[in-house]
């Protein structure tokens, strides 16, 4: 393919994007257009914005019609100078049309879906080839599969990597009878047995670095790795005022305020990832769910179970990343684990603040301990 | 996530919360009529068929059709509501709401303070109101603020589908009465909506875009018509905070005063006639508690202040567009 065509690609505004509808070309076939430049109207469900040219040349073709809802990287149009004929061009413009046609009917984009195992509905997100010992990242308290939007995809690379909902959370059932780090544990290998995983490696942040944990003690053999993101089970302290805050936060204010503790910069802390969360807590049954997971393992105002004296004669090969600046679970706590990474400048939530690093860090440990 | 039309999403707050409480049942013009007429089991489900599907699966013990008398059944529906049932009672447009004035607001909003909190009240009036529909003036009217002066009364008026389920599944948990207000060209719009019950709390305003320069409070169908503004106007480097209070009583004034204490500019957008509307009632508000905070004077987006036209074409000159919420908002920045 001729390097001098230049194709465009439908953008990808914020994370929940899947697909965005052509309002209006701002341009026209044949005009020369600068990178930068307005040339497409684009609405999505959240919002109606102006696209800007991500290249420079002469717009050729406008391959999507206004009033066309395409999904996020099909193709617009296409930019090429002079030297590139229109059959060529005509020839890309297929090709192109016809290869994502067939990539989307091949490989639909992943979606979460439910499935029962004993005792309750978990929503879970599978990613990645068929073959290879499968990672499972389980979220902490309050969060859900997609706390791992920016680590599933990268992470499937190497294996199936499957992003799970502990009861009580995201699209899981909301049903919680008993709610400690043992029951959580329970929970998520009824899990992994309704989903047909043996063996596997297992990452975990905060709350579910815990329930990680747990398992490795309980099943040793079928635990390949364990991971732990800013983990909690390494030392009694928690930032209570966080979980407090986090469970009687029903409004936008109070609960951008609480979650801003999870970052160190605060801009992370968008409107969507607010509403979202105001959004979940609102489902019934769900303030009931934190609030006994939440008595179970944060008992008395400190953390009820500590793994830290079992770490030595654990089986599975246990690895800690956590954010220096984490204000939920003090970072000395990784001082427990030999194998640590301390990132300097992040917090709570370093998988997202520095998701290129942690996700190599997880590969890397991941891909040792099948050696 | 599944998307839900409007309709979809009261008919699933309706039938989500009548399998969790006994006591919840339905009343209305037609909500069970046309059941049993040839090769139909199911009722017609309202004028708009927002009901339909609750007749086969909840009978005629919950699901009562009603004479066209709006005072008698809707002094029923709060009668039964005194005595222990939740019921909803839908009254097709609000427009025909004077007929049982007494029975909502001497009667429904009175007994908790009359009868020193002892009774409670928990009746929803569905009901319908907008212009947009070729209609006319009797049946487009926004009749909202009328409801939102009486104390003891709450007003709530989704926005959008996820809006109006859960703020139908919080008003129907809701001890006091409560006028649900629906638009009727939302109905056909779809939105992400959840599959199990949520509730969206009374009193808290939603923010559907945020900016610093303009702070936009809108109602209704006027949240989309105010949107559709704030994203004209961020092409053009204007960034506007869109504001929806959800309900009018109670009404979450702390948002708008905080956002125009950041902005310096209000625009309040309201479909309803310009006297004593929801517009004047913000604008006073504003004037009176941020009044250091503005930069320019407030500015009300309104109709005129006549009946709501017949014509089409007046009809649809008489609605706010975002033409001029632009213009408003022009205004306040010049």
Redesign the interface.
Known sequence: MSDAIKPIGMPKWGLAMTEGKVNAWLVEEGATITEGD?IL?IET?K????FESPVTGTLRRKVASEGETLPVGALLGVVADASVSDAELDAFVEQTRQAQAEAAAEAPPPEPVLTEAEGWTVRNLRMGPEEGVPLVLIHGFGGDLLSWQFNQPDLAADRPVVALDLPGHGGSS?SVTGGDVAWLAAQVRSALAALGIGRAHLAGQSLGGAVALQMALDEPDRIASVSLVCPSGLGREINMDYIGGFIAA????EMKATVEALFVDPAFVS?DMVDDLL?YK????VLAALRTIADAVFAGGQQAQVFTDRLATMKPPVQVIWGEADRIIPAAHAQAVPTRHVLPGTGHMVHIERPAEVNRLIAEFAAAADR | MAKKSFRQAINEALAQEMRRDPRVILMGEDVAGGQGAPGEDDAWGGPLGVTKGLMPEFGRERILDTPITESGFIGAAIGAAATGLRPVAELMFVDFMGVCFDQIFNQAAKFRYMFGGKAVTPVVIRTMFGAGFRAASQHSQCLYPIFTHIPGLKVAIPSSAYEAKGLLIQAIRDDDPVIFFEHKMLYDDTDDVPDEPYTIPFGEANLTREGGDVTIVALGRMVKVANEAADALARQRVACTVIDPRTTSPMDFDTILESVEETGRLVVVDEAHPRCNMAADISARVAQDAFKALKAPIRMVTPPHVPVPFSPALEDAYIPSAARVIEAVRAVTA
Do not use: A, C, F, H
């Open positions: 307005e109207e469900s919002i109606t914005n102006v909301k029903d409004r936008r204010r409107r959004k609102r489902l019934d049954g």
